[in-house]
């Protein structure tokens, strides 16, 4: 998720204005519309039955460790997973380590990154009580799901895939290497070797969840069962949220390489500073209106997340103050939205030893879960011999 100028990473329907084409806006528009409609469907009864009964949810989140979140992952999806985990649902927390050899040749610092990633979890309030946090490498049984789903797509379906399409777009003349183009037989095995039945994602992803289903179901009828009643794996759905579109400040997309972004871990004097560049525009009076105003609208919904409130109400309440004035709103919202998470950060990143135990407990948890489906695939299999 920390990827910034990678395909796949807006999960939004919006109705702010857009920015140019992005490959994940291609993505989104190849998503059918029909498709997306159904998932928004589903999505509210879903929402309805987790206030019913949260206990029959296990929700799986992902996101790679390419770089530090910043607060339109935060607005955007980080607060929404912490909402579900806190209405009761059993949350599993994927830090997908993998994942970055499949769209890069260069790694990067990546144990710095993934620890930066479970800190900015931590400090979000993801409580490794009630999430289990893990990585990909760390859990062998999972990664081994990948021989038999392989088994069940084609390579046409692969290629037709519209993310594997879009990452690769992305990649500027990369060559599709096998990873890329199975990375979404690789999702599925995430989502699948812990039973998780709601995904949180954004509508580019849709086309991964029902690759998924499609798995589970070719799975069961290819090797399943003698008792047919008694399927090997849930039927996972997606969770589509109706996060906002949240640019960077100078109304691009938010991307650390623009000098856009604000990270949770920056100081309060850090985020003034970007605000303080931000750009707006020579219209005084300031109103909320994304489609003519983007850059102001876009400033206005920061301040409106980080306050909950209405963005129209903070623009009326500027009134005729400026951009000077705006910026100020938008500093002060935000600082004081991340002041909490700010301070448990530098008491997180301060106890090393803390963050490895959780990373740890959260690897052997999912190594047990791992273990135990990957069982059920070998008695599915007839692969037990002992
Ligand atoms: N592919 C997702 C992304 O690009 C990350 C991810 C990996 C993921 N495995 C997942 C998301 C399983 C949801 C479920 O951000």
């Known amino acids: 998720m920390p990827e910034t100028e990678s395909a796949a990473k807006q999960s939004v329907t919006s109705d702010a204005a857009t920015p140019s084409q992005t490959a994940a806006d291609k993505v989104a528009d190849a998503v059918s519309t029909a498709s997306v409609r159904q998932a928004i469907v589903r999505s509210k009864e879903i929402e309805e039955a987790i206030d019913r009964d949260p206990a029959q949810f296990r929700m799986l989140t992902g996101a790679r460790p390419t770089g530090q979140l910043h607060v339109g992952h935060y607005f955007g999806t980080l607060r929404n997973w912490v909402g579900l985990q806190n209405r009761g649902v059993d949350t ?21 990154r993934v620890y930066g990633l479970l800190t900015d979890y931590l400090a979000c309030g993801i409580d490794p009580q009630r999430t289990t946090i893990f990585t990909h490498s760390a859990v062998p049984a999972l990664n081994q799901l990948l021989v038999p789903f392989l088994a069940l797509v084609t390579e046409a379906e692969l290629h037709r895939n519209p993310t594997v399409k879009a990452e690769l777009e992305a990649t500027g003349g990369r060559a599709l290497t096998g990873l890329l183009l199975t990375y979404p037989v690789h999702q599925a095995a995430d989502i699948l070797f812990c039973k998780a039945n709601i995904v949180p994602v954004g509508q580019d992803q849709l086309p991964h969840l029902e690759l998924t289903r499609q798995i589970a179901s070719r799975f069961d009828r290819r090797f399943g069962r003698a008792d047919r009643d008694t399927p090997v794996f849930r039927r996972p759905d997606a969770l589509l949220s109706e996060a906002p579109l949240i640019l960077g400040t100078d109304g691009e997309k938010m991307a650390k390489s623009r000098g856009n972004t604000i990270e949770l871990g920056f100081s309060s004097d850090e985020t003034a ?3 303080k560049k931000a750009k707006t525009d020579a219209d005084r009076v300031i109103t909320y209106d994304p489609a003519n105003r983007p850059e102001v609208s876009n400033l206005l919904m920061l301040a409106a997340l980080a306050s909950e409130r209405d963005p129209h109400e903070i623009a009326a309440e500027i009134g005729d103050g400026g951009g000077g004035k705006l910026k ?10 991340l002041a909490p998470m700010r301070t448990r950060r ?4 301060a106890d090393p030893s803390y963050l490895e135990s959780v990373l740890k407990e959260g690897n052997e948890k999912a190594n047990e879960e791992a273990d135990r489906t990957l069982t059920e695939v070998r008695e599915a299999m007839q692969m037990v011999y002992y």
């Open 92 to 112: 599993w927390t994927l830090i997908a380590d993998y994942q970055v050899i499949t769209d890069r040749d260069v790694i990067g610092p990546l144990k710095e």
């Open 273 to 275: 500073k970007v605000l």
């Open 328 to 337: 100020q709103v938008v500093t002060e919202s935000i600082n004081d939205a």
């Open 346 to 349: 530098a008491e997180l990143a």
